[in-house]
């Protein structure tokens, strides 16, 4: 009876705090136009066949430094809060995925909590090495091997990071970049630009966006008890 | 003067009483382990050019085989370069271990003799640092196996020289005495050429792509600007295929360096050869080799302005790396020969019989 009261009483602070809590929406952009993506093909070609292959039609991919819609809208942008009272919940937060496919990093640029468990796929039928390049102290740098159809592999990192690589050393033009931060109020831009990051607290932060080229930009952001906040913001090439 | 005598006395025992006989077998084998160590060095380059070190993460083993097992299927990508430069480098380490063993039992030197055992030490540490720089994932330590790489291939080279026919049996009144200052002055742009060596290693291993993509120009510019504002431009516009990480203004000011270093370089090689020129004589081998070291330069200056033209082409920076090597080499050998010629003339004046 009384465990079940606990629970009760669990549930309605939780949807209190819910209901007092309110999402931080907004678009990035870009102006101006960016260099043009590379080509991996020659170099797939040349050093690896066996992920050459995988584009029978010889339609080989690029870089992705900017992933850019007609419009500017700006995707692979990690949008992070900073400033709040925030713990990490990393250690319940469902595994962030990240796959090999086509001898490419699938996704490029993804965000998670310190202490979250990131799962390294192999969809691949060749090899890969899996080089985490972690360069803040308590954060490990690793290199492990993955087989085809081997075991996924599983990363966390302890410490806040922008842009942690991992480098496939096998294939040299894989590449993909996670952002580890200590609290839950992240996302990352999708292909129209936007980003939504939900449930905040109320309060006064700073909202931070990060493109692994542009840079990082910041603006002061307040999330009242009712209600939405929104934040836009513009990147222009230099 | 009796301070001076000793020092001569000692010089004396040092290039003559301890001479040995010419073993040709010896002095071949030598020249072998110094050609498989020059490739040795080409591979390694293509290795970093192309960012492969870390393809195969396991050391001594390789993807947990017997290095000498590893399964061919798995010879593709990154792991072929750097898997066949585990190999050959075994080969060197064999090879290395033989020339010690052999200078030990058969060369009368004793100086020949410690030589070979800091030859073979220097083989071993070579090897623990590659794999120490695969296992401990340390960058840093990929610098000092690219510094120790030079090093080894001079001792070898050295080793090849110190048995040779013409260092064992040269003829004293054949030669002519190298002028100290002549000496000194090779000896200071083979220290420069080193310590050009080792910014270049730094560079390589700063795993940035090229920090300035144009020549003769920084970004346009005679000294580039390196303000965070103007770093910051420049990563935004870089398409590094390897997506490697943003360069600094440290990378940038490094390369600059390089190519500061590398006009000294350049101009001292050029006054080696007018003064052999003017010292010794223009027929004088001392004097055609500097024309050559200056020729050597020169390429290695076009293959620097060509791995920016190429955007870091892998083949075109070890290259780079190569002659590089061979740069240095070059003035150590001068040095060398310069020395012993040299004091052949100042101590045996009476000629070859008195020297064995």
């Known amino acids: ?238 | 003067m009796f301070a001076r005598d000793r020092c001569h006395t000692t010089q004396r025992s040092f290039f003559f009483k301890l001479n040995a006989k010419y073993n040709p077998a010896l002095f071949w084998f030598a020249v072998l382990t110094a050609v498989m160590t020059f490739l040795l060095i080409g591979l390694g380059g293509l290795v970093t050019s192309n960012n492969f070190g870390m393809s195969v993460p396991d050391w001594p083993t390789s993807y947990g085989y017997n290095m000498f097992a590893l399964p061919i299927k798995f010879w593709k990508g990154g792991v072929f370069y750097e898997h066949t430069h585990r190999l050959l480098a075994s080969v060197i380490g064999f090879l290395t271990t033989i020339l010690a063993v052999w200078l030990w039992l058969k060369d009368s030197r004793k100086w020949v003799h410690w030589l070979g055992v800091a030859t073979f030490l220097a083989v071993v540490v070579q090897g623990a640092l590659g794999g120490l720089r695969v296992v401990l994932t340390d960058a840093q330590l990929g610098i000092f196996h690219g510094a120790l790489a030079q090093l080894f291939l001079v001792l070898v080279c050295a080793i090849a020289l110190f048995t040779s026919r013409w260092w064992q049996n040269s003829a004293a009144e054949k030669q002519v005495s190298v002028p100290r200052g002549l000496r000194s002055h090779v000896l200071y742009v083979t220290i420069l050429i080193f310590i050009q060596l080792m910014i270049g290693a730094t560079m390589r291993h700063q795993h940035a792509g090229l920090a300035i993509p144009d020549f003769p120009l920084a970004y346009g510019k005679i000294w580039p600007d390196t303000s965070p504002e103007a770093v910051a431009a420049y990563n935004e516009h870089r398409m590094e295929m390897n997506g490697e990480n943003p360069i600094t203004a440290f990378q940038i000011i490094l390369q600059m360096v390089h190519r500061l270093v590398a006009l000294l370089i350049l101009l001292g090689v050029i006054a080696t050869a007018f003064l052999a020129r003017k010292k010794l004589d223009g027929r004088d081998w001392l004097t055609k080799f500097a024309w050559f070291w200056t020729g050597l330069i020169v390429v290695q200056i076009a293959l620097g302005i060509a791995t920016i033209e190429t955007n870091k082409a892998a083949d075109i920076a070890t290259l780079h790396v190569m002659v590089g090597a061979l740069s240095l080499l070059a003035g150590v050998l001068w040095w060398l020969v310069a020395a012993r010629r040299t004091t052949l003339t100042e101590f045996a004046p009476a000629g070859q019989n008195e020297l064995n």
């Open chain 1, 1 to 238: 009876m009384k465990k079940s009261l606990l629970l009760l009483s669990f549930g309605i602070f939780s949807a209190l705090q819910l209901a007092n809590a309110g999402d931080i929406t907004g678009a990035v952009t870009l102006k101006g136009t960016p260099p043009a993506e590379a080509d991996i093909g020659p170099k797939m070609t040349a050093d690896s066949p066996d992920c050459a292959v995988m584009y029978a039609g010889g339609k080989f991919p690029t870089t992705h430094f900017y992933v850019v819609g007609a419009k500017g809208e700006l995707a692979d942008v990690v949008v992070t809060l900073k400033g709040g009272d925030f713990k990490s919940t990393g250690a319940s937060a469902a595994p962030a995925l990240l796959d090999q496919k086509g001898c490419l990093y699938v996704p490029t640029i993804f965000a998670v909590q310190t202490g979250q468990k990131i799962i390294v796929k192999n969809s691949d039928p060749c090899v890969h090495n899996v080089h985490a390049k972690a360069t803040v102290e308590g954060n490990p740098e690793s290199n492990q091997l993955q087989m085809p159809g081997g075991a996924d592999l599983t990363f966390t990192f302890d410490k806040p990071e922008a842009f942690l690589k991992f480098q496939c050393d096998v294939h040299s033009w894989m590449g993909a970049w996670v952002t580890v931060v200590d609290n839950p109020y992240y996302a990352v831009t999708d292909a129209d630009g936007k980003f939504t990051i939900k449930n905040v607290p109320p309060g006064k932060y700073t909202l931070q966006v990060a493109h692994r080229k542009l840079g990082t930009q910041t603006a002061g952001i307040e999330v009242k008890d009712t209600g939405a906040a929104t934040q836009d913001f513009t990147f222009t090439m230099k």
